[in-house]
């Protein structure tokens, strides 16, 4: 039910820095977990990071852990990932997800998907 739509992707040398946004209809952000996912040509889609309805509770794929941050705005209806020393690697279309739950953690399961921003990054 919940719509989900990306923006902030773009193209990047390698070592810069992009800051991804997510925003979410409805009034009931605060019900959901979100997430954020990629996917590369060629490859599968893979988790990237995720966090608690609270904000309180945060993962990371390791290969972005201590390069990415995810955060969230619940008043703004808004998630971010702000990416920093970005890397050829981190090239791939990056999703938005929402799962909604009255739990703390993050759930396995995502329900709702956006339709993707590109982030490019260049050697």
């Known amino acids: 039910q919940v719509q989900l739509v990306e923006s902030g992707g773009g193209l990047v040398q390698a070592g810069g820095s992009l800051r991804l946004s997510c925003a979410a209809s409805?009034?009931?952000?605060?019900?959901?977990?979100m997430g954020w996912f990629r996917q590369a040509p060629g490859k599968e889609r893979e988790f990237v990071a995720g966090?608690?309805?609270?904000?309180?509770?945060?993962s990371y794929a390791d290969s972005v852990k201590g390069r990415f941050t995810i955060s969230r705005d619940n008043a703004k209806n808004t998630v971010y990932l702000q990416m920093n020393s970005l890397k050829p690697e981190d090239t791939a279309v990056y999703y938005c997800?929402?799962?909604?739950?009255?739990?703390?953690?993050?759930?396995?399961?995502?329900?709702?998907w956006g339709q993707g921003t590109q982030v490019t990054v260049s050697s």
């Open positions: 997800a929402s799962a909604r739950t009255t739990g703390r953690g993050i759930p396995a399961d995502f329900g709702s």
């Open positions: 409805g009034r009931t952000f605060s019900s959901y977990a």
């Open positions: 966090i608690s309805r609270s904000g309180l509770t945060i």
